[in-house]
């Protein structure tokens, strides 16, 4: 149990377009869904955290403009790369969290994103 | 301000036994987690531990005194595909997760 998907494993696009990348709780309803994202050998940076229905909190230092999430249920989330450029080039990865117990994050297998 | 400490790189070798160290400072304290993370790849989870204590599971196992605000995540029996990052993650008064830099481990046969 406790799957995580996201959708596009994998995306290249041209600057100046925008990406969406999905997340999906496949077994369980997600109270709160986590954004990350990760440089080539740097740890993860939290980007955002995003609770159903209700609007994203994001980290100092992200663009909420640039970065929308949207939390539309209990088992989806998306983040659309507005106006993507190359420093934008970075592996996406999203988790989910049950809200049961103890905050344990389930994690998504992530999205490369280049933007050439 | 929040802080965890972990090393940034060990070696060890194929068989051997290493403990990977984590500091952390942190305002409330409301668990502290282990994630193994291959190269390319994301984390998934090894261990939670919010009591003093070892937990074990298996090879590896975790240890926890809250008093010190430490934790060590010990791997047994090491074998190549333990080759990976290993990363801290402290919940804090809030629940949010704060997370270690990482420790990348390289496995010598």
């Known amino acids: 149990g406790a799957v995580v998907s996201q959708h596009p494993s994998w995306v290249i696009c041209k600057s100046g377009t925008s990406v969406k990348i999905e997340c999906r709780s496949l077994?369980?309803?997600?109270?709160?869904m986590f954004w990350y994202r990760q440089f080539p050998k740097q740890s993860l940076m939290l980007m955002a955290t995003s609770n159903e229905g209700s609007k994203a909190t994001y980290e100092q230092g992200v663009e909420k403009d640039k970065f929308l999430i949207n939390h539309a249920s209990l088992t989806l989330s998306t983040l659309t790369v507005t106006s993507a450029h190359p420093e934008d080039s970075s592996f996406y990865i999203c988790?989910?969290?049950?809200?049961?117990?103890?905050?344990?994050?389930?994690f998504g297998p992530g999205t490369r994103l280049t933007v050439l | 301000g929040q802080n965890i400490d972990q090393p940034t790189e060990m070696t060890a070798t194929e068989g051997a036994i290493v403990q990977i160290n984590c500091t952390y400072q942190t305002s409330g304290f409301n668990g502290l987690f282990w994630y193994q993370q291959h190269a390319g790849e994301a984390p998934t989870f090894l261990s939670y531990?919010?009591l003093d204590g070892l937990e074990e599971k298996g090879r590896f196992s975790s240890f926890l005194s809250r008093s010190k605000g430490y934790s060590y995540l010990l791997l047994k029996e090491l074998q190549m595909k333990d080759s990976a990052s290993y990363l801290c993650?402290?919940?804090?008064?809030?629940?949010?997760?704060?997370w270690g830099a990482g420790t990348k481990l390289i496995i010598k046969p």
């Open positions: 531990n919010v």
């Open positions: 993650a402290v919940s804090d008064s809030n629940y949010q997760l704060i």
């Open positions: 077994d369980f309803q997600a109270t709160t």
């Open positions: 988790s989910a969290e049950p809200g049961q117990d103890y905050n344990e994050q389930f």
